[in-house]
């Protein structure tokens, strides 16, 4: 029997291999991105790709710990939705971070929204940082964009 590969297991293959082109075929066109550090959601596909270009780049030591399975309502229209949670742990700016990536998907099985949450609050703001510097860098935000 063949195991089922789900966009959560594509997603997570793609992510420890830093592959961009496979995150993309992941993603729905209009997917809203929730940062731990912004409080308005990254919105759209050409956007949420440029910020994991940033992210990839940005997290040392990253890997996966665990995995949750369930449904979650969306915060664009609070509709309920297959939902996996993906528990990590890594480094960013020498700091230790411990996390989870939410991840919701439209009826395609596409990943339509993407909540990251963070642990502790130092890691939170060294990676809010090193992720700004990021995006400034590849010309996604302005210099002094507000979080």
Known sequence: MEAI????DSFRAAVEKRDLGALDALFAEDIRFYSPVKFTPFVGKP???????????TF??????????GTAET???????????????ATAAGKQI????MLQFDEAGLI???????????AVQALGEAVLTGLVADGLVPAAAER
């Not at 590969?5 to 959560?8: E, G, K, M, P, Y």
């Not at 915060?75 to 742990?89: M, P, V, Y």
């Not at 339509?112 to 130092?122: G, N």
Request: charged share 25%.
């Open 112 to 122: 339509k929204e993407f909540t990251v949450m963070v642990r502790p609050q130092s």
């Open 60 to 69: 040392e030591e990253f890997r996966y710990i665990g995995r949750l399975t």
């Open 75 to 89: 915060s664009a229209d609070g509709q309920d939705t297959d939902a996996e949670i993906l528990l990590f742990r």
């Open 5 to 8: 590969v789900t966009t959560a």
């Open 47 to 57: 956007l949420v790709m440029g910020l994991f270009g940033v992210l990839l780049r």
């Open 98 to 101: 411990h996390g989870i990536d």
